[in-house]
Nanobody, 126 residues
Framework: QVQLVESGGGLVQAGGSLRLSCVAS????????MGWFRQAPGKEREFVVV???????YYTSSVEGRFTISRDNAKNTVYLQMNSLKPEDTAVYYC????????????????????WGQGTQVTVSS
């Protein structure tokens, strides 16, 4: 069974950067679709980005061009580089995983994922 642990959150001023890490254990996730979601106070958890096979990555429009997902398969880790942060990016960020890396399906919904980390808080001050 895969376990996920996020880290790297914190408090940053608007315009700043953070890099979140999601370390997987239990088995390799190189053949898993890996996603990041976030949940702001009082709001539903929302999709941020997913990494699937090859160069298939999908970003929600509000982070396109500012956030970048990457993988280090040797470390069984997925990263989310967040640049030009805005106060509206404030949320708890969750890493998620599911089999189906090579699937033609695109996994954008929370219900697509069965494996979740505990979350890491990101706070962007104005």
């Amino acid at each position: 069974q895969v376990q996920l642990v996020e880290s790297g959150g914190g408090l940053v001023q608007a315009g700043g950067s953070l890099r979140l890490s999601c370390v997987a254990s239990g088995r390799t996730v190189s053949n898993y679709a890996m996603g990041w979601f976030r949940q702001a106070p009082g709001k539903e958890r929302e999709f941020v980005v997913v990494s699937q096979s090859g160069s298939r990555t999908y970003y929600t429009s509000s982070v396109e061009g500012r956030f970048t997902i990457s993988r280090d398969n040797a470390k069984n880790t997925v990263y989310l580089q967040m640049n030009s942060l805005k106060p509206e990016d404030t949320a708890v960020y969750y890493c998620a995983a599911r089999p189906g890396y090579n699937s033609v399906s695109v996994y954008l919904a929370e219900s697509d994922y069965g494996i979740w980390g505990q979350g890491t808080q990101v706070t962007v001050s104005s």
